[in-house]
């Protein structure tokens, strides 16, 4: 059993070092939407647990690129149907995005690409109640469709040799997250989540949900001040702010 954990350790530690390396050889472009916070999941209140209830959202996420000098500005639209019961939540539903993506890290091709797309998303979390808070592991995943400049710029810097990118348009992904739940009455209920994995990477996120309404926001303090990107990222780090109605 023991041998078994070394392997893997040493596996992972091999993956990870393999990573980076490969990170800092060339410029790595996936597709824009990884590049992106999480959106939160939407937690119906008390009163409303076992009910499908129907949302309609939107939020914008500012975050910095996948190279050096670089930044990802992205809109996306939310259509959810909703279930909520003292143990789990479900999100099921179906969105549609757009965006910028500002290169950097090749000179000839410095500038603005837009992208846009759309695709299902799932997102379940799971939940056991400790006293006045719940404690539960998630996941959220989409098979998303993407189209626009930034493909084809991603095309062109790949015929020519100068990165390496996803040139697909069908890609999908998967996150998952720690989160905490806790009911401030039969109306109201807080979370607390922390996706690790694609899209973001690392986006931690609070959010707040009633009957009516949902919003979430989500803030990574910035460790880079060598480039003036757009929204000044570089002094105030990555966010995203979103909400969502209930119709």
């Keep these: 059993m023991k041998i078994k954990k070394i392997k893997l350790i040493k596996m992972l530690f091999l993956l990870i070092t393999t990573a980076f390396l490969l990170q800092g050889c060339v410029p790595f472009y996936p597709a824009a939407l990884l590049g992106t916070r999480m959106p939160s999941i939407i937690s119906n209140p ?13 939020d914008a996420s500012n975050t910095s690129g996948f190279n050096s000098n670089e930044h990802n500005l992205n809109f996306r639209n939310h259509f959810l149907i909703v279930k909520s019961t003292k143990y789990r939540v479900e999100n099921v539903g179906f969105f549609v995005f757009g965006g910028v993506y500002k290169v950097g890290a090749i000179d000839q091709y410095e500038g603005k690409y837009g992208y846009f797309g759309f695709g299902p998303e799932v997102s379940v979390a799971l939940y056991l109640p400790i006293k006045s808070i719940d404690i539960g592991l998630g996941a959220y995943c989409t098979y998303a469709y993407e189209a626009g400049n930034f493909l084809k710029f ?15 348009n069908w890609y999908g992904f998967l996150s998952l997250f720690p989160i905490i739940r806790t009911h ?18 690392f986006s931690p996120s609070i959010s707040y949900n009633n009957e009516k309404i949902s919003c979430w926001f989500s803030f990574i303090p910035s460790v880079n001040k060598a480039y003036d990107y757009s929204l000044e990222i570089h002094r105030y780090g990555s966010f995203t702010l979103g909400g969502g109605y209930k119709f």
Aim: net charge negative; proline share 2%; aromatic share 14%.
């Design 46 to 58: 008390k009163s409303k647990y076992n009910e499908n209830s129907y949302y309609i959202g939107v």
């Design 184 to 201: 401030l009455n039969e109306k109201n209920v807080v979370s607390i989540l922390c996706g690790v994995g694609f899209p973001g990477f």
């Design 154 to 168: 991603k095309k062109q810097i790949v015929e020519e040799e100068l990165a390496e990118a996803y040139t697909g």
